[in-house]
């Protein structure tokens, strides 16, 4: 079972950049695709980006497309998120997660994802 971490939340201005990290522990880390969601209060977890084993293919959300970009360092065991021109809608708690393939799909579900992080908080103020 590998272990998530998420780093790199907080508060940011629109039109700002975060960059969230994920270190990973365990060895599968470099066998698997690896996903971020977010979940905002009152909603469900929803699907922001995948990344494959070995760094493509990668997927997006049509909310983020063109603003965030995700990518791995299989040598450092960690997963990125870049995120630009953020906007408030942006506002959640960002998750990663490592699934259960070496590709995920386009538009992967959450179940998809065998290991989560504890999550970190985005907040994009206006």
């Known amino acids: 079972q590998v272990q998530l971490v998420e780093s790199g939340g907080g508060l940011v201005q629109a039109g700002g950049s975060l960059r969230l990290s994920c270190v990973a522990s365990?060895?599968?880390?470099?066998?698997?695709?690896m996903g971020w969601f977010r979940q905002a209060p009152g909603k469900e977890r929803e699907f922001v980006a995948t990344i494959g084993w070995s760094g493509m293919p990668t997927y997006y959300a049509d909310s983020v497309k063109g603003r965030f970009t995700v990518s791995r360092d299989n040598a450092k065991n960690t997963l990125y998120l870049q995120m630009n021109s953020l906007k408030p809608e942006d506002t959640a708690v960002y998750y990663c997660?490592?699934?259960?393939?070496?590709?995920?799909?386009?538009?992967?579900?959450?179940?998809?994802?065998?290991?989560w992080g504890q999550g970190t908080q985005v907040t994009v103020s206006s």
């Open positions: 365990g060895r599968t880390f470099s066998s698997n695709a």
């Open positions: 997660a490592c699934h259960s393939s070496y590709y995920s799909a386009p538009v992967p579900r959450p179940a998809d994802f065998r290991s």
